[in-house]
């Protein structure tokens, strides 16, 4: 990734929306949290906006794509915050319990899967007991199938930069690929690799690695 797009990126981190929903898989408590937690969504909705947006594909015929296997070919009209929290709903009880964090910014969806669940330290293979919580994903977004799904790779800061974005990059396959082999279209996913380049806690000690070493699948809405 150049570094242009990973400064434009962050700067779109900056401008994420002021407010979000949070969900705490351990306490079962919802939170309305403010700007101060902008940092916690990682690479953030806003940051993954602004990637599909400096796309060179034509993401409108992809969306045609997405929404005619979907059926009748229509997006998402006026009932879009309703389809979207229906979807949020159905995934914060698939997911109670995980160890995911469900958070809702206005129309998308952000579901972030730390380190200590998903993969071991410098590996890309999915942890055993992490296959059951992807299922439950997959099931959500079979049924609400008007959505495009970002997965996003993120590591510590342990290696090098380049091995870092490497790894990141094989991490989101990994996910994205077992979720294409549930029956989810290849259309509807799209893979991201952000490297080291977005923390959430500090690289200093190892609780910090472990969220820093993570997957983010956001959840976008295809509207008219």
Do not use: W
């Amino acid at each position: 990734m150049k570094k242009s797009l990973v400064s434009f990126l962050s700067l779109a981190l900056l401008i994420t929306l002021s407010s979000c929903t949070t969900f705490d898989p351990y306490t079962g408590e919802e939170k309305t949290t403010n700007t101060a937690v902008g940092a916690s969504i990682g690479a953030g909705v806003g940051a993954v906006i602004a990637y599909l947006d400096n796309k060179d594909e034509d993401s409108r015929k992809r969306n045609q794509r997405i929404l005619a296997a979907a059926g009748g070919g229509a997006a998402i009209g006026g009932g879009i915050g309703y389809y979207m929290d229906a979807q949020e709903a159905k995934l914060r009880k698939q997911l109670r319990g995980s160890g995911v964090s469900v958070e809702r910014v206005g129309d998308n969806i952000n579901l972030i899967m730390p380190g200590n669940i998903t993969f071991a330290s410098n590996s890309a293979d999915i942890n055993a007991s992490f296959y059951p919580v992807l299922d439950s994903v997959a099931l959500v977004l079979e049924e609400y199938s008007r959505t495009l799904v970002v997965v996003a790779g993120h590591t510590d800061s342990d290696g090098t930069a380049e091995f870092n974005q490497r790894l990141s990059q094989r991490r989101a396959q990994s996910v994205s690929g077992y979720l294409a082999s549930q029956s989810i279209l290849p259309d509807r996913l799209e893979t991201l690799a952000f490297g080291e380049s977005q923390p959430i806690a500090s690289n200093d000690n190892a609780a910090g690695k472990q969220l820093n070493r993570r997957v983010e699948i956001t959840l976008l809405p295809i509207s008219g």
